[in-house]
């Protein structure tokens, strides 16, 4: 009885992973969640949260959240978001970030006139960063979107998907390693545009939001991303 006591503690340690954050919007508003003041409008239609801000110049939106006050309370983390880019430039979520001095790890979905990229991004301030990992793409507005965004340790991953939220590959578009950031920090959904022809005007919304402590990356798949690059 105790040995069997003792290998359900084992298996349940092994095989459950904790939600700490998760958010659909269908009670139809946005509780919880911090609105950055950027003049961006911050709402909840139909079961998702809508950024949307037109300017002359440059605008952007940021809503961030954490599991307990103050910050995330573990380190490492897995966020999984859908989103829909209406409008703008870039589009994403940010994990391990510090609101007071704009840093965190960034993973973007980048539309613009000629290309379009993913992005994995150390940010280091307003418009400063280093691309730790990108890779061109499909994106297109008003297609839908998953984005995962995984701290384990120094490891960072970033991938995305269509379909279903269960579609989710195995695989990792992106992974890096790196020792800037190591306090759990926020999360934030994020939305930008720079300003084209006398303009900016950004429209994105996001769903089903999910922040666990379940991490995947490890240091196989970070060799391996990286073999990958040599050939
Ligand atoms: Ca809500
Ligand atoms: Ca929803």
Redesign the pocket.
């Given at each position: 009885m105790k040995t069997a006591i003792i290998l359900f503690v084992v298996i349940s340690a092994a095989s459950f992973s904790t939600v700490l954050v998760s958010?659909d919007?269908?009670?139809?508003?946005?509780?919880?969640w911090t609105e950055m003041p950027t003049g961006a409008s911050y709402t909840?239609e139909a079961g998702r949260y809508c950024f949307t801000q037109t300017a002359p110049d440059t605008v952007w939106a940021d809503s961030w959240i954490s599991d307990i006050v103050g910050g995330m309370s573990v380190s490492d983390y897995s966020c999984r978001v859908n989103l829909i880019p209406n409008e703008g430039e870039m589009f994403g979520i940010v994990g391990r970030g510090n609101v007071g001095t704009i840093q965190g790890y960034g993973l973007f979905i980048l539309i613009d006139k000629i290309d379009n990229y993913l992005l994995l991004i150390k940010i280091e301030g307003i418009g400063q960063g280093q691309v730790l990992g990108v890779m061109p793409g499909s994106f297109s507005y008003g297609q839908e979107y998953w984005l995962r965004l995984e701290m384990n340790g120094h490891l960072i991953g970033g991938k995305y998907w269509t379909g279903n939220a269960g579609d989710e590959p195995a695989v990792w578009n992106l992974t890096a390693k790196d020792d800037s950031y190591n306090d759990p920090g926020i999360f934030t959904l994020f939305g930008y545009d720079s300003n084209t022809g006398g303009s900016a005007s950004m429209d994105v919304s996001f769903d089903d939001v999910e922040i666990t402590d379940e991490t995947t990356l490890d240091l196989q798949s970070g060799s391996w991303a990286f073999v990958k690059t040599l050939f």
């Open positions: 958010d919007f269908s009670d139809g508003n946005a509780d919880g909840v």
